[in-house]
């Protein structure tokens, strides 16, 4: 590994640690030029997923583009940015998982409905008018009521 500080390629590894849910390892380096400290990560190498957009074009999954979504979905809702980033973490991971190394957005966007749903009301039809391209109140009246129907069956659900 090579020193942030002095370039040479010598170092040694004072300590190593999980991180990410044990999807990384952490290691604090030191090095033997200089004994300048720095940290560096480790993760497995994973072939790149590619998202097929609404208009045929394929690109490169970003899990910071979806974040910032839902970032901008949670605005002001008082979920924790640790919370989004996990749900966006636990997708990528149900994605690595998948055969098929392609998915397409329609997919993402229904995964992540599914999940906000489970988690925040507001930001699930903030991020569903932006996914499914509300164009007028009718578009939010029938996804509420869409939510208050799924709300009604859970409740009865559980009182059986």
Do not use: W
Request: hydrophobic fraction near 30%; charge should be positive.
């Amino acid at each position: 590994m090579q020193c942030p500080s002095c370039q040479n390629t010598d170092s040694r590894v004072l300590e190593s640690r999980a991180a990410d849910g044990g999807r990384s390892v952490r290691r604090r380096r030191e090095c033997l030029n200089c004994e300048f400290r720095f940290t560096t990560y480790e993760r497995v190498e994973t072939v790149p997923i590619t998202v097929i957009k609404r208009n045929g074009n394929r690109e490169i999954f970003s899990r910071s583009k979806l974040l910032h979504g839902l970032n901008r979905a949670c605005e002001k809702t008082g979920l924790d940015t640790s919370r989004l980033e996990s749900l966006v973490e636990e997708l990528e991971l149900r994605l690595q998982q998948r055969t098929g190394k392609e998915v397409s957005s329609t997919e993402i966007g229904e995964f992540v409905l599914r999940d906000l749903k489970q988690i925040s009301e507001v930001a699930y039809i903030r991020f569903a008018s932006v996914y499914r391209q509300f164009r007028g109140i009718d578009d939010f009246v029938s996804t509420l009521e869409t939510l208050n129907a799924d709300q009604e069956q859970n409740h009865l659900a559980t009182v059986r």
